[in-house]
């Protein structure tokens, strides 16, 4: 076995709760990599100030949004164009995509991905407009791989009383009040999980609808709804989700052989702004303090960034098989899987073709074993400086505000991601006594590519 190998293998580098890796290193802010060691000269660690962050912040975000005019795809443009002349677009393209904003995403006169809930399974509308909405929302999935959906019903008695914060049991108090008093969280995540892939995803953390809180989780306990995959039981809490620091960028569950194809993330509960959080400096404007917004990142588009840039670092990544690992030993999980960060479709022309899909997960990723060598004297140091390299290289495209968007997610927000394409992470939160509540679900890439099959759409 290689030296570095070993090294990087040493239980130290290691959650002794989680089993994830320890050592990988991320700002604690908003979850980006840190910079190559060569740039730490120009670029201290603690370089920027809060305050300072919060204006680079806005000031990227400010900035209009623009589609990648070269990739494979139909262009922004050309998209926008055929909505407004009512003719039919080519919606078998996929859009690469960066520079979003939170505006941009919010506003129904600009956003590609903007839905409602209502619109998608209110019993006011047709159901010929229903059908419609669903077959837009499988294209606008397909194109994007992001999807925002408004006015989800939020509420849920798996969340005591104890644990809401005042905004909380306000929503709670007017749904009483209101016709749709059978909806809950939990119903709607379901319905939503129908419309894009029949039903949820049985994985490691439950057979139907998960709760991820800052405290724990709410579903621990079998009850009598388990049957109906209202929620779910023996679910592994063995990950960082389960916590308040920022996540880095990811995909989820790189330790399974098929990664799930869509996740389903609703905002039940954000985050309480503390007294230092809320507070303004001699500026008249917040001083940022992360609040657990979400981040999203459009993984093909990073990947063709990468091909553009560094040609030799997108082969590596493309061609090299990484190990992926997840261990939950109350629950008794182990799983391992391997796979490349860019997985291509060969193009017969003895490189790399159309991106399949992306595989990223740093805190899950055992360290890297080359291949075995063809003879004793081989030398390893290559491989380990080359992999070093090339995902430095990978993690520059990924820290960039461009490629980046920041949504400061509100109750009924809904994000449906798709999981082999767009990466999630997270900035990081102040505790308080009121957990941040995220509920959700996974739909397996095979039923979200029946889904689109059906829906006309080339699924490669």
């Not at 908003?30 to 912040?57: M, V």
């Not at 809930?117 to 229903?130: F, G, M």
């Not at 980046?404 to 505790?431: S, W």
Request: some cysteine.
């Amino acid at each position: 076995m290689p030296k570095k190998y070993l090294e990087a293998y040493d239980d130290k580098k290691f959650d002794f709760s989680t089993h994830q890796r320890n050592d990988v290193m991320f700002d604690p802010f908003d979850g980006k990599p840190p910079l190559p060691t060569s740039l730490t000269s120009t670029h201290s660690a603690t370089r920027e100030s809060a305050i300072t962050k919060s204006k680079d912040w806005i000031d990227t975000h400010m900035s209009k949004w623009r589609a990648d005019t070269n990739n494979f795809d139909i262009s922004w443009q050309h998209f926008m164009s055929t909505i407004h002349e009512s003719t039919t677009h080519d919606a078998s393209k996929r859009i690469l995509w960066s520079n979003w904003t939170e505006d941009i995403v919010r506003d129904p006169n600009t956003s590609p991905i903007l839905f409602e809930y209502d619109s998608l399974v209110s019993d006011n509308i047709s159901k010929d407009a229903t059908n419609l909405e669903h077959e837009r929302i499988l294209k606008v999935l397909y194109q994007y791989g992001l999807v925002l959906i408004t006015g989800t019903p939020s509420y849920t008695d798996s969340l005591p009383v104890e644990a809401m914060s005042e905004a909380t049991k306000k929503a709670h108090a007017a749904n009483n009040n209101s016709e749709n008093t059978n909806k809950s969280a939990e119903s709607a995540i379901l319905q939503l999980a129908a419309i894009i892939g029949y039903h949820p995803l049985q994985t490691l953390y439950g057979s139907g609808v998960w709760s991820t809180s800052s405290q724990s989780s709410f579903y621990d306990n079998v009850n009598e709804d388990s049957a109906a995959g209202n929620n779910s039981t023996s679910a592994s809490t063995a990950d960082s989700a389960y916590g308040s620091t920022s996540l880095p960028l990811h995909t989820d569950m790189t330790y399974l052989s098929t990664p799930p194809g869509v996740q389903v993330f609703l905002m039940v509960q954000p985050a309480e702004l503390t007294t230092s959080a809320s507070s303004s400096n001699d500026n008249n404007t917040i001083t940022s303090v992360p609040k657990g917004q979400s981040i999203y990142l459009d993984g093909f588009a990073a990947a063709r960034q990468l091909q553009i840039e560094n040609p030799e670092a997108y082969r590596i990544l493309a061609s090299t098989q990484r190990t992926y690992r997840c261990i939950d030993n109350d629950e008794g999980w182990h799983l391992e899987a391997t796979g490349p960060v860019i997985d291509t479709i060969p193009s017969g022309k003895n490189d790399y073709g159309l991106v399949k899909s992306i595989r990223h997960n740093d805190l899950d990723r055992l360290p890297d074993l080359p291949l075995y060598p063809t003879n004793e004297s081989k030398d390893f140091g290559s491989f380990y400086d080359d992999m070093i390299k090339a995902h430095n290289a990978w993690d520059d495209i990924l820290r960039r505000d461009s490629m980046r968007l920041v949504i400061d997610l509100k109750p009924g927000d809904c994000i449906l991601v798709a999981n082999q394409r767009c990466m999630h992470g997270r900035y990081a939160f102040e505790t308080s006594s009121f957990p941040r509540v995220v509920m959700g679900c996974y739909v397996g890439i095979d039923e979200l590519s029946s889904k689109w099959r059906r829906a006309g759409l080339r699924v490669v």
